[in-house]
């Protein structure tokens, strides 16, 4: 049985359906990659998994356990983090994580204070003078503190510096590796890559992907630079080949993953002199799709 599943979920405020029949399904030690623009139907879909907001139609379960009429039983397995963590401004970011701790009935005192000080926070100081970095850093603190079963983040690494989002992530892989489930909303495309084994891709409140990345892959293309002893003819013609650039006989071009069997042996018959290759990343295959939808709907952004 899946951790979290949703299954033709909708939410309707008033004439505007905010989504419209989202599947979603996170399985055990499984990190899930949920993602799209602003707007997309992220934020409602995880405030119906966390109970807070019941949906139109259609299902939502953790644990097995409905969202909406069990959000109590859940929770005790369940740890949250926001994007915008807003903190008790009179108390210190050390007693905050103690107090989200007695909420859970208590957590291990050394792995909270193993998380403060790898995530480089002074636990003493007043909430009110925590930037927003540091207030994400006591959401993150009390979070992987918590023995959970699953953790729903919600644009978690919102204000961290490079550093410090290194470090979240390694709180995410060993929360994998513990067998822990994971739902990572972030437009940080190139931390989904390297967290997630599946993702989900949301536009206008429906999943308009999913599957693991290898699955995703074919909506990619790989960028080449290619420098050859004689002229390439017919490249631009070449099927799955894209946005070809020429300058002295070096070409900058896109081939569509599926392509490349076919047109690698096009271009060696001209003798190539320099060849360099960019596997094509999350971002390109959320970019394309977004291009494809946009030329579809008649070219308006």
Not at 12 to 35: H, K, M, P, T
Not at 74 to 97: C, F, M, Q, S
Not at 108 to 129: G, S, V
Not at 187 to 213: F, K, N, P, Y
Request: some cysteine.
């Amino acid at each position: 049985m899946p951790v979290l599943e949703t299954n033709q979920l909708t939410k309707a405020f008033g004439d505007f359906n905010a989504l419209n029949g989202v599947n979603i399904e996170v399985n055990q030690g499984e990190v899930f990659g949920f993602i799209g623009p602003n707007g997309a139907g992220k934020s409602t879909t995880i405030r119906i998994l966390l109970g807070l907001m019941k949906a139109s139609s259609g299902s939502a379960s953790i644990f097995g356990r409905d969202t909406w009429k069990d959000a109590v039983e859940i929770h005790k397995r369940l740890a949250y983090v926001p994007g915008d963590v807003n903190l008790w401004p009179n108390l210190t970011g050390g007693e905050v994580i103690d107090l989200f701790g007695k909420l859970r009935g208590g957590i291990a005192r050394e792995r909270r204070d193993e998380l403060i000080e790898r995530f480089k926070l002074d636990p003493a100081k007043k909430c009110r003078t925590y930037s927003k970095g540091n207030r994400q850093k006591v959401a993150l603190v009390a979070a992987f503190a918590a023995d959970a079963d699953l953790y729903i983040l919600d644009e978690p690494t919102s204000g961290l510096d490079p550093l410090m989002e290194r470090i979240f992530q390694e709180c995410v892989m060993e929360a994998r590796s513990e067998g822990k489930s994971v739902l990572l909303s972030s437009h940080i495309l190139s931390e989904v890559e390297r967290l997630c084994d599946r993702v989900g891709i949301i536009r206008e409140g429906a999943i308009i992907e999913s599957g693991t990345l290898a699955d995703l892959r074919h909506l990619t293309r790989t960028q080449f630079v290619i420098e050859t002893k004689q002229p390439i003819e017919g490249l631009p013609s070449l099927p799955g080949v894209h946005d070809v650039v020429e300058k002295d006989r070096s070409y900058t071009f896109q081939v569509d993953s599926e392509h490349v069997e076919k047109v690698m042996p096009h271009i060696s018959k001209y003798g190539v002199v320099k060849l360099e290759s960019a596997p094509p990343t999350l971002e390109d295959l959320f970019m394309r799709h977004y291009e494809g939808e946009s030329v579809e709907a008649g070219g308006e952004s």
